[in-house]
Every structure is written in C-alpha cells, then in structure tokens.
C-alpha cells in the first residue's frame, strides 16, 4: 500500500515538470473558421503589454489578430434612478386653436365678441340668413339640434355683443312649452353645470271660471341663469295660452316666448347720442 502511493507521488510529480516545459497556443484561422491546437515551447518573441501604455497603442503592438469593432462596445446612456424625468410643457398659442373651440370667453360659436356686423357668421345649420339695417342685427332661421329656431345676432358700438335664440313652441299647449323649457335646460345644464339662478312661477285659472264669456290664460315664468364670465346665459320662458281652448284663437299671433340669449356685458356699449323724443298725439285722438 505504501509502494502504490510513493510510486503515486512520483508520477504526478513527473506530470506537472513537463508541463512546466511545453506551453499549449491556439493560433485561429479566421479565413477558413477553423481551430489547429499545436504544441511547441514558450516564444519569449511574445509582446509584453505595458500598463503604462495607453489600450490603442497596446493593441497596435498586438498586431491585426484582434479586430475592436467600435459600434459594438457603444453603450447606450442610461438615466439615474435617483434623478426625476423632466418633461417639457408644449405651449399652445392661440391662433393655432380652432375659433368655435374657445369658448364663451371669445364669442360665440367661433364667432367673437366685439366683431362688426360686416362681417357675417355661417352656419351650415341655418337656412337663410339676412341683414336688418334697421335694427343692426343678422337674423338667421334654421335648426338648432332638434329644434327649429330664429336667430338674433345684435351690435352696438363695439360690435357683436348678443346673440338671442327664439324657439318654435306650441302655442295652445302650456305643458308642451314647458316640457321644451326644461329640455333646453338639462341640455344647458350638462354643458355648464349647475345653474346660478332659477326662478319658476305656473298658474293657471281657477275651476269654475273657465268659459268664453270669461276668458282667462294659464300662465308661466320660467328663468333659469348661467354666468360663464364674461358671458352670461338667460333661459326664460313667457307663456300665456287661452283658456278655455278654441278652434279660433281669440288672441292671434304668439302670446309665448321661449328664448335663449347669450350675451356679453362689455360690449354692450351705445355712445350714439340720444334723439328728442317724438311729440305724441293726444290720446282722444289715438282712441
């Protein structure tokens, strides 16, 4: 046993000597991919690299064996995780913002406040649309959503500072007009939330005091208001019908109102002077 471990000892002894004598270099062929492994004793011919020597003159002493490849050892930047993200605000001016997307504040529909009755608002939704010199306003007749509506675009000095929108009502039927009130409303509503006035009166006549020799009215006052400033919004309803109902109407022509109105208090200006009021019959002469 002592023999078979001495005699062990002895060989691997032998083993590491000859290695210390032979070195193993591995020469690559590149042009033909292939791998010769060859034994042969240590080439002190070997360049020895220099610390001192920067690594592009350490690699020119190393000779065209080895290929640097520059855009493979480019690194991406990579960020701190401790430094925040900054991100740069895109300021929006306003002529590159679409008119009707403005809002109250600029006008109405695209249409600004202050703007000279010159120059006339389009709608692809109104059918006709015309010039009332008298009264400086553009009236315009069309439909709005469901609705079928005239309106009054009106100027003063300062150019455009109203726009009134009277709707086609049921004449003869107060609870239809008020059903429209309170649709137009809603509407309003969702667009420009919650209201800051309200104001709601319905009467109607008494039992027993309905017939035609004595005629009577059911009544209404509904007005709601919003303030978008510098804008304001009146919705009111004025509505009278007959009562009791006739084929005829004893009254003709409108005798309700449902009318919208968007306005803007600083161009509501008249600097035009004031004329003398008219000298008026007397009234033995008018009735």
Request: contains cysteine.
């Amino acid at each position: 046993m002592r023999f078979q471990l001495f005699s062990f000892i002895i060989l691997f002894s032998t083993i590491i000597m000859a290695q210390e004598e032979f070195v193993d270099t591995t020469v690559v062929d590149t042009a033909s991919d292939t791998v010769a492994f060859e034994e042969s004793t240590f080439d002190t011919s070997v360049v020895a690299v220099d610390d001192s020597v920067n690594i592009d003159e350490q690699v020119d002493l190393l000779g065209e064996d080895i290929v640097v490849n520059e855009e493979e050892i480019i690194a991406e930047p990579v960020l701190p995780m401790d430094e925040p993200v900054v991100i740069e605000e895109v300021s929006i001016q306003p002529d590159s913002i679409p008119a009707e997307w403005l809002g109250l504040e600029y006008g109405y529909k695209g249409y600004a406040w202050g703007t000279s009755a010159t120059s006339i608002p389009r709608y692809t939704y109104m059918d006709t649309i015309f010039y009332n010199a008298d009264t400086s306003q553009i009236i315009m007749n069309g439909q709005l959503g469901e609705h079928s509506v005239t309106m009054f675009y009106s100027y003063s000095d300062s150019g455009f500072w109203k726009v009134e929108i009277d709707y086609m009502i049921d004449p003869m039927d107060m609870d239809k007009q008020i059903n429209q009130f309170y649709a137009i409303e809603k509407s309003l509503y969702e667009v420009y939330q919650k209201p800051s006035s309200t104001n709601q009166v319905i009467s109607g006549p008494k039992s027993g005091t309905v017939g035609l020799n004595k005629l009577t009215f059911e009544r209404s006052y509904l007005h709601t208001t919003w303030k978008e400033i510098p804008c304001q919004i009146e919705l009111i309803l004025l509505g009278a019908v007959q009562a009791p109902k006739t084929e005829l109407a004893v009254i003709s022509g409108p005798t309700s109102i449902l009318r919208l109105v968007y306005f803007n208090p600083d161009y509501m200006v008249n600097t035009m002077a004031g004329s003398d009021p008219e000298e008026l019959p007397s009234i033995f002469d008018i009735y």
